[in-house]
């Protein structure tokens, strides 16, 4: 006998996060269409373009023995005031596949890092949009800022920090901008930035729970998801970014998160706990076979659904046949599950009848010679000796009779035999043994 209990631990996840599809291809710069040097240019990676001047391509070791942030490539731009009369300001970009949403809010994340050669701490990253085709542009105005539809997405304070550093800001496009570029912010002194690992998600509210959830029992339902710089509520007061639930309800949360969008759900959770013990089917059983058991479930609780391996759907089945009975019982999406093992046996003495004549005259009526038995018969010997000991007959099977033939064919003379019968059986489910003899009389 055999029980299963299936329990659920669930977990909703918002779509800021690692596993969620950035709209970036390439985004971490391991994709290139030949292999790099220490220092390439950025075209050399799939699916970047430079814009203005060359913003750079690195893998490790890199020009400058810096390592990437992840995986073995990153990007590199600045911003030069020696090639006067004007400032040079590198930056790159990418085709979007599906250009951004106008007033749709999305968050990027990315690691950057401030060249430790570079001549001044002035400068920051800055993310435009447009809608146009933004290379390649002049030297005299290649600063993207200064394109009539080049919309600033965002940017980051001035960074400071030769390590890798993580940077984040959210931003709502005003224009469906068919190209994302990555610039220098316009500033007069020399720097020089590294960038890798960058990823953009596209913010929206969506539906984060089911409209009803099943509790099973056991079972603990673990709501929410953590998400960065982002204030939770829910409605019994707590505000961390999971709730664990452990009885039936009505639940909903708010979240002010780091872009200002506020998100909110609900869900009901509905009792479907079964309780059931260990075992509720009971022991496996071995019963007389003229007795066909009931296999019952002991429980009075209701709305519960029966699923018996038979085909049978009530609580409570008659075992017409010996073999194993399987029960899932089940209560919205939760379910457990048990089997029982039904064997028969005969509740009948075993027991051996053989006649004392027969007339093996074929007239069809006591032609043979042979034993009946209720028993289940394990093993069996029938053996048959005339007067002086000959054995004349013997059989290993209770369904194969003696005609009367002796050793020659011929059916013999009348007279008395002697008979032993040798078998094991079996006996209210235990083995036994026995022999019984006796005498027969062949009358023609």
Known sequence: MRIIHFFFFVFFFLNINIDAQTILKNGYFEEYTSAPNDISQINLARHWKAVSVTADLFCEPGFFNVEAYEGDCYAGFGLWSSTAPYITTESFSQ??????KADTDYYIQFHAAYAFWSAGICSSIELFGMLSNPFPLNNEDNYVGSQLDAELLGSTDVITN????????????????????????????DQYFYIDAIEIYELEQEKFFEDTLSLCYGDTILLGTEIDNANFQWNDGSTNATLAVT?????WWLVDTVCGLVLSDSTTVLDHR????????????????????????????????????????????TATN????SLTVEKG??????????????????????PNAFS???????????????CNILTYSLQIFDRWGTLVFESRNIVD????????????????LAYVLQYEAEEFGERIQGIESGDVALIK
């Open 401 to 416: 009779g003696w005609d009367g033939r002796g050793r020659d064919g011929k059916i013999m003379t009348d007279q008395v």
């Open 247 to 251: 009885e039936p309800g009505d639940y």
């Open 95 to 100: 085709l979007l596949d599906t250009p951004l």
């Open 322 to 325: 010996e073999g194993n009975y």
């Open 360 to 374: 093996p005259n074929f007239d069809g009526i006591n032609d043979e010679f042979r034993a009946y038995s209720n």
């Open 274 to 317: 079964i309780y059931l013990e260990e075992g509720f089917l009971g022991e496996d059983t071995i019963i007389c076979q003229d007795e066909p058991p009931l296999i019952a479930v002991n429980t009075t609780q209701e709305e519960l659904n029966y699923f018996w391996s038979n085909g049978e759907m009530e609580a409570m089945i």
């Open 333 to 354: 999406d939760c379910f457990i599950i048990d089997d029982i093992q039904i064997d028969f046996i005969s509740c009948e003495p075993c027991t051996f009848y053989l």
């Open 162 to 189: 030769v390590e890798w550093e993580k940077f984040s800001f959210c931003f709502r496009p005003t224009e469906n901008h068919r190209h994302l570029i990555f610039s220098v912010s316009d500033n007069s002194c």
